[in-house]
């Protein structure tokens, strides 16, 4: 069974800088796809980012590319979505989701951002 834990979140300005961490245990060594997701108040879970396996470039979803940045660290048994240039609308719970060889699917117990000076 893949534990997720989330940290990082918080407050930030507008155009400042948070990274968010996802913490996987056991190892990542079952896991193909990390993912990020967020949820803001009255809205639908979206994916924010992804990175996969063997897949030398992470997906961005359109509203945050050039922004954010999703890696991945396997000997730390971590993945980092690192926001640069927050705006309001990035304000969200975001959760980290992972996908393992047999597709099963783990989610994190999400972490709130906000983003507001």
């Known amino acids: 069974h893949v534990r997720l834990v989330e940290s990082g979140g918080g407050v930030v300005q507008p155009g400042g800088s948070l990274r968010l961490s996802c913490a996987v245990s056991?190892?990542?060594?079952?896991?193909?796809?990390m993912n990020w997701y967020r949820q803001a108040p009255g809205q639908e879970r979206e994916l924010v980012a992804s990175?996969?396996?063997?897949?030398?470039?992470?997906y961005n979803d359109h509203s945050v590319k050039g922004r954010f940045t999703i890696s991945r660290d396997n000997v730390k048994g971590t993945v980092y979505l690192q926001m640069n240039s927050p705006k309001p609308e990035d304000t969200a719970v975001y959760y980290c989701?992972?996908?393992?060889?047999?597709?099963?699917?783990?989610w994190g117990q999400g972490t709130q951002v906000t983003v507001s000076s």
């Open positions: 990175v996969t396996t063997g897949v030398n470039i992470p």
């Open positions: 989701n992972t996908q393992s060889y047999d597709n099963l699917y783990y």
């Open positions: 056991p190892s990542t060594s079952s896991i193909v796809t």
